[in-house]
């Protein structure tokens, strides 16, 4: 624990961890709220699901647009207009009682997101050194995956209470306390946006984020599915209640896999701990296809979670090395609006596979987007080459140098 006691001492970093942790806490709410509001409202988990992709849709596909105008403008005014935007979409959507008004609702949910994540993410480089950088990763998709946890059990416990709105209030709260205190710290408000390289070209042009690009539309796809095939099985075997303890196992262990992908030796290049974690995961994920809501289910699902976990952290590390200058946000939310949006579609169509089919044959589908997603890291790892290197000691003290503990 030496590695994160040192991570700790550099100035800003606890103010990362926790001025956007009950907007996390949020994020990690508003799936199952909208899932189990649509649901209670309409009596159909089809409509639930439909809900819940055109929502992620909405997201994603305006994801780009949102992170290229941080990466133009810097994070000060737009967290200050979309953090507010969204807590109140999320509210009229708490008073929405009609199927077409909800699926509004959430159309205009996803417009207004604020990409609280993708702007946490740039704010590592200028807060630690480079040498840091993978143990900061970690605990961003650590802390990131404590607020899955806590989300989707306060979601779930509060969606089936007495008081079913509560859950879509309180999410609005979280969004507007944690993404409200981002926007106000010293380290957002005074990142500067890189400076693009001349003759790059845009984003979508270079061949490592083309291939990233693919990859994330299996992922999104299969994972879109997994997330409302898991609610809509619950639901159908009359246990809505387990949900909770699916997710959260999950989420527990995708914790301890971001903490121990945040220890592996910076000898291993990230690339190929990517491989070799991704290539795991592919048989971590067979289980899960033999199980049923309950107990098998959310301990096939930890095992799931502590290698996701794991993968996050070599993934940011990667996406980092290839990505081209002047794209810290944009190039996150590109590759979101590209992977969330085949997500949302994998959402809109996972609860009509579980409905009329089977919601075994929906979770199988994310485990084919998992060999898929392998299948096309390896055969593209050339374009990936940029992140096989590992930094020279040079490199990591000139990176060292470059973060002095005077840091506001």
């Not at 000060?76 to 009609?98: C, E, H, S």
């Not at 290539?279 to 301990?299: E, K, R, Y």
């Not at 946000?329 to 009329?356: H, K, N, Q, R, Y």
Request: glycine share 10%.
């Amino acid at each position: 624990m030496k590695r994160y006691r040192e991570l700790f001492a550099f100035p800003n970093v606890w103010v990362l961890v926790f001025a956007t942790f009950p907007a996390r806490i949020a994020y990690g709410m508003v799936g199952l709220s909208i899932f189990f509001k649509t649901q209670q409202t309409t009596g159909s988990v089809a409509v639930a699901g439909l809900a819940i992709g055109i929502n992620s849709v909405a997201g994603a596909l305006t994801a780009w647009i949102r992170g290229s105008l941080m990466d133009r403008y810097g994070q000060k005014w737009p967290l200050r207009i979309f953090v507010p935007g969204y807590a109140i979409m999320l509210l009229v959507l708490n008073t929405m009682q009609d199927k077409n008004a909800i699926l509004i609702a959430a159309l205009l949910l996803g417009i207004t997101a604020p990409p609280i994540n993708l702007s946490v993410r740039p704010l590592w480089k200028i807060t630690v050194p480079q040498n840091y950088l993978r143990t900061a990763y970690a605990v961003d998709t650590s802390v990131q995956s404590t607020a899955g946890v806590i989300g989707p059990v306060i979601a779930t416990s509060l969606a089936l209470s007495s008081h079913p709105g509560s859950a879509l209030n309180l999410a609005a709260l979280l969004i507007a306390i944690g993404g409200g205190s981002l926007a106000i710290t010293k380290v957002s408000r005074n990142w500067k946006p890189e400076k693009k390289e001349p003759g790059q070209g845009a984003i979508w042009k270079h061949k490592a984020i083309q291939l990233l690009m693919i990859e994330g539309c299996f992922i999104g796809f299969g994972w879109g599915i997994f997330d409302v095939a898991v609610p809509a099985f619950a639901t159908l075997d009359g246990v809505p209640h387990r949900t909770a303890w699916i997710f959260a196992a999950m989420g527990v262990a995708n914790i301890a896999g971001g903490l121990i992908g945040g220890l592996v030796s910076k000898k291993v290049s990230a690339l190929k701990a990517l491989r070799i974690t991704y290539f795991i995961w592919i048989f971590i994920s067979i289980p899960i296809l033999f199980t049923h809501p309950g107990l098998s289910m959310a301990i096939a699902g930890a095992f799931l979670g502590l290698i996701g976990g794991i993968i996050q952290v070599f993934y940011w590390e990667v996406l980092e090395a290839v990505r081209p200058k002047g794209s810290a946000v944009g190039i996150m939310a590109f590759i979101w609006t590209v992977e969330g949006t085949l997500m949302s579609i994998g959402a809109a169509v996972g609860g009509w596979i579980a409905d009329t089919f089977s919601p075994h044959l929906a979770m199988s589908i994310t485990s084919i987007a998992i060999v898929c997603g392998f299948t096309i890291l390896t055969v593209g790892r050339k374009r990936l080459a940029a992140a096989n290197r590992i930094p020279t000691e040079e490199e990591d003290l000139a990176a060292m140098s470059d973060n002095s503990p005077t840091t506001s």
